[in-house]
């Protein structure tokens, strides 16, 4: 099983700052990554697939990157809707995968 | 616009059986693989199961394997879960997802979710 390993686990910032959140696996996953936002009593949301690939409908604020173990997803500029949970996902091996998540919360 | 819509959670004793049901709307059913995945309160997101848009290929998490069966009906546009021998690490709220194209198992959308309690 593929374990991912996201870093760190909350994340405190400022409405308007930069967030840069890490997602790093056990073995490599090639560009099967994918992102999503859990934001409380909601179900999660598809931000970004294949590594960078911006689901429909996500703001171009919203960015990944990386391959092979070590991946990114980045929020330029925090708006007050992106304070929430980021979790990882692999889609490379089964079982499909999840990291644990990172809080974004508000300093 | 696509719609999922969980129903069938509920409260059980340890060793019951629960069904869990997803109606799906907006887009072509069959075309595309079905998920379940749970989140237990307070904690993070738990794959559980996946079946191909027409059913031949089903793939299960370790956690469940022979003791959840998912299953789909093509002709209602509804997926299954049905999860048999309940214990209480099984209390999680459970999403259905929609795989996002016909050949990758990213999961969007995602229902509302239904709620499943395990307890004596």
């Known amino acids: 099983e593929i374990v991912l390993t996201q870093s760190p686990a909350t994340l405190s910032l400022s409405p308007g700052e930069r967030a840069t959140l890490s997602c790093r696996a056990s073995?490599?996953?090639?560009?099967?990554l994918g992102w999503y936002q859990q934001k409380p009593g909601q179900a999660p949301r598809l931000l970004i697939y294949?590594?960078?690939n911006r689901a429909t409908g996500i703001p171009a604020r919203f960015s990944g990157s990386g391959s092979g173990t070590d991946f990114t997803l980045t929020i330029s500029s925090l708006e007050p809707e992106d304070f929430a949970v980021y979790y990882c996902?692999?889609?490379?091996?089964?079982?499909?995968?999840f990291g644990g998540g990172t809080k974004v919360e508000i300093k | 616009e696509v719609q999922l819509l969980e129903s069938g959670g509920g409260f059980v004793q340890p060793g019951g059986s629960l069904r869990l049901s997803c109606a799906a709307s907006?887009?072509?059913?069959?075309?595309?693989?079905m998920n379940w995945v749970r989140q237990a309160p307070g904690k993070g997101l738990e794959w559980v199961s996946t079946?191909?848009?027409?059913?031949?290929?089903?793939y299960y998490a370790d956690s469940v394997r022979g003791r959840f069966t998912i299953s789909r009906d093509n002709s209602k546009n509804t997926l299954f879960l049905q999860m048999n021998s309940l214990r209480g690490e099984d209390t999680a709220v459970y999403y259905c997802?929609?795989?996002?194209?016909?050949?990758?198992?990213?999961?969007?959308?995602w229902g509302q979710g239904t709620l499943v309690i395990v307890s004596s």
């Open positions: 997802a929609k795989s996002l194209t016909t050949t990758s198992n990213w999961l969007d959308p």
């Open positions: 907006g887009f072509i059913f069959h075309n595309h693989a």
């Open positions: 079946i191909t848009g027409g059913g031949g290929s089903i």
């Open positions: 073995q490599s996953v090639g560009s099967y």
């Open positions: 294949d590594a960078s």
């Open positions: 996902q692999q889609r490379s091996n089964w079982p499909l995968t």
